[in-house]
């Protein structure tokens, strides 16, 4: 199976931002949805959730954790689905009881979620998702919870503000709100050593009416930024042991308080610190 919609990056790093505002297909291409469990990261931490990830993404990051969610070789693992049959998959792992679904990939945003959304928020379902802030949609506005996450220099990637703004005029789509619904949005940096901060703080100071959060980096480099890392580069990848993580949680605090900088949070990842999905 094929994603026609993927981008794939020159090696450069650099990729596109430009808005995509049509959706041509309403099947969704999903790497997995497993669930319920906890929401590791960011705005909802600790809260409990099905995980909807999608596949394909227009980013190859140096230290992606999701490669089986991003590199075509792994589209033989990956389904195309409707809203109806990936609905019907959120209700059999809930139970039918209503609770958070968490949008991620991927980028999630190269995918027609809009169906997806209303069936569920229809049912009492709340839509949590998360992006680089690449490629903005009009259904954004649908969203109960969106995080921004900018991909920082240790990626490989090259943030364009542009993108982001996109993004976060998208959360404004008067047209397609029906209700009095809009996105808590928040952004989040994913950090790998002091360059990272430095950046992430410059960007957080641009939008200072949104909240932010810093979190280790746990993933060791080198995977996927040249596009010619293999599902074996994946099994063997070198993962950080928890000394690693807390080291480099403490790290962050330490750093981040060097800077003054006190409008930020600093949390961990909780589910690769737990070792859980
Ligand atoms: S870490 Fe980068 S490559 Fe991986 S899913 Fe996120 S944006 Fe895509």
Known sequence: MSIPSIVTPPLSGTFSTESVSN????????????GP?????????????????TAGCDYRCSWCDTGYAVLPEFDNDWKNMDAESVFNKIES???????????????????????????GQAKGYKFSMETQG???????????????????PS????????????????????????????????LKFVVADQ????????IAEQYPQLPCYVQPCNNNA????????????LENKEENSPYDQ???MLWLIDAVQSLNWTDVRVLPQLHVWLNVE
């Open 23 to 34: 959706d041509s297909t309403d099947l969704i291409s999903i790497s997995e949805i497993f």
């Open 37 to 53: 469990t906890i929401q590791g990261e960011g705005a909802l931490i600790g809260t409990q959730t099905i995980f909807v990830r």
């Open 93 to 119: 792992l809930s139970n039918k009881q209503a609770m958070w679904i968490t949008l991620s990939g991927g980028n999630p945003a190269m995918q027609n979620l809009e169906p997806l959304i209303k069936l």
């Open 134 to 152: 690449s490629i903005a949609k009009p259904w954004f506005a649908l969203l109960d919870q969106l995080t921004f996450s900018p991909k920082p």
């Open 155 to 186: 990626s490989g990637m090259r943030f364009k503000h542009k993108g982001l703004q996109r993004c976060l005029d998208a959360c404004e789509t008067l047209e397609i709100i029906n209700s009095q619904t809009h996105p808590d949005v928040s």
């Open 195 to 202: 360059d990272d901060l430095l950046w992430a703080k410059e």
């Open 222 to 233: 080198d995977i996927n930024v040249d596009n010619r890392s293999t599902a074996d580069d």
């Open 246 to 248: 807390k080291q480099k």
